[in-house]
C-alpha cells in the first residue's frame, strides 16, 4: 500500500517502509509550550529524556515513568544538542557560551570545547559520542547570526566545522573542513561511517540541503570522502538517527524522514510541526522521541534504535 495510512501519520513511499511500523501506532504529542525544540536525549537509566528549548534558554526533561515534564536546567546557555556518553553522562552543545560540556554524575559542568587553534568556536550544535571515548561536533553559526538563539558575534575562525575531541588527551581536531552549515551528525552501527547534514540553505537559497556520508579512518581520528548519501525533498534535514538495520530516521520540515541504507526515501512520520531532532527511547529502544518546534512526541516503532 503506498500513500498515506489514514489516521496514522505514516505515509509509505516504498514497500520496505511498512515493515517499520505496527498497524495500530499512533502519533503521540507528548507535551508543548516550547518555542524550539531540540537535542533531545534518553537515559535508560532513568527512564527520562533531556531536550532543549533554544530561545527559552532551558532544557526539558520528560519522564517515561509518569509522563511529566518539569524544567531539568534554567539558563542553559541556549543549548542545543545533546547526548549520554558511555558513563551517563549528558554531553550537551551550547550557542550562548559557544562550548561542549559534559554535566557530571554530581551536577557539576565541565567544558570539553570551547575554542579551536586558540580561535573561539562558532556555536556547536549537534554531537555524538564514539565507543573510543572520543566526541564529535558540528559547529555552524547558527548562534553567532543573531541575539535568538545565542548572541550575535563574527565567527573567529571564519568556517563551520566538523571536530574531534579526543577522549584520552582532550585535544580538539578539525576532522570536516568542507562543509557550509554542518549539522545533525552519527555514526553507522560498526563506527565505520560518519553522517554528516549539512544546512547550508538557511542562509543560501542554492546551498546544500543533504547528508553526507563520511569514512572514518582506520585509526579512528579523521574522516575521508564524503559524498552525498541523501537530498532532503522537505525543507532541511537537522538532527537524525540509525535504527539497527541501517535507515536513518531524520528530522525534515514535514516530520521525520526514513532512509533506507542505500539512501532512498522509503516513508515518512508526519508531524504538524517542523522537526528539529530525534532519538529512540524505551527499554527497547523502539520508541522515538521527536523534538518538534513547540512540542515534544512519540510514535512505537517496529524498529530498534542503535544504542
Not at 501519520?9 to 531540540?38: K, M, N, Y
Not at 564524503?226 to 532532503?232: H, K, L, N, Y
Request: charged content about 25%.
Amino acid at each position: 500500500m503506498f500513500g498515506e495510512m489514514e489516521g496514522t501519520g505514516f505515509e509509505v513511499i516504498d514497500p520496505e517502509f511498512e515493515s517499520c511500523f505496527i498497524g495500530h501506532a499512533r502519533i503521540e504529542r507528548l507535551w508543548t509550550g516550547a518555542r524550539w525544540s531540540e537535542g533531545v536525549a534518553y537515559f535508560a537509566a532513568h527512564r527520562y529524556a533531556v531536550w532543549s528549548d533554544i530561545p527559552n534558554e532551558r532544557m526539558m526533561r520528560w519522564d517515561e515513568t509518569d509522563g511529566s515534564v518539569s524544567v531539568f536546567r534554567a539558563q542553559s546557555n541556549n543549548s542545543n544538542g545533546n547526548t549520554v556518553d558511555r558513563q551517563g553522562r549528558l554531553v550537551t552543545c551550547e550557542h550562548l557560551t559557544r562550548r561542549v560540556t559534559r554535566t557530571e554524575h554530581d551536577g557539576s559542568i565541565t567544558v570539553l570545547a570551547d575554542a579551536w587553534q586558540g580561535k573561539r568556536l562558532n556555536s556547536p550544535n549537534d554531537v555524538v559520542v564514539k565507543s573510543d571515548g572520543s566526541i564529535w561536533f558540528t559547529d555552524p553559526s547558527y548562534g553567532i547570526l543573531s541575539d535568538y538563539e545565542g548572541r550575535m558575534a563574527d565567527s573567529e575562525i571564519g568556517a563551520c566545522h566538523v571536530y574531534r575531541i579526543d577522549g584520552d588527551t582532550g585535544a580538539v581536531t578539525a576532522v570536516g573542513t568542507d562543509f557550509v552549515k554542518p549539522n545533525g551528525l552519527a555514526f553507522s552501527a560498526d563506527e565505520a561511517h560518519l553522517f554528516v547534514a549539512d544546512t547550508g540553505a538557511t542562509h543560501d537559497a542554492g546551498g546544500p540541503r543533504h547528508i553526507r556520508k563520511m569514512r572514518v579512518s582506520a585509526d579512528g581520528r579523521a574522516l575521508e570522502g564524503g559524498e552525498v548519501f541523501a537530498e532532503c525533498t522537505k525543507g532541511l534535514f537537522d538532527g537524525f538517527r540509525l535504527d539497527t538495520d541501517g535507515r536513518i530516521w531524520s528530522s525534515a520540515q514535514d516530520g521525520v524522514h526514513c532512509l533506507a541504507a542505500d539512501g532512498r526515501l522509503i516513508g515518512k512520520v508526519h508531524i504538524p510541526e517542523i522537526v528539529a531532532n530525534v532519538c529512540f527511547a524505551g527499554p527497547k529502544r523502539n520508541r522515538l522521541l521527536i523534538a518538534a518546534t513547540t512540542s515534544l512526541y512519540s510514535v512505537y516503532l517496529d524498529v530498534t534504535g542503535l544504542g
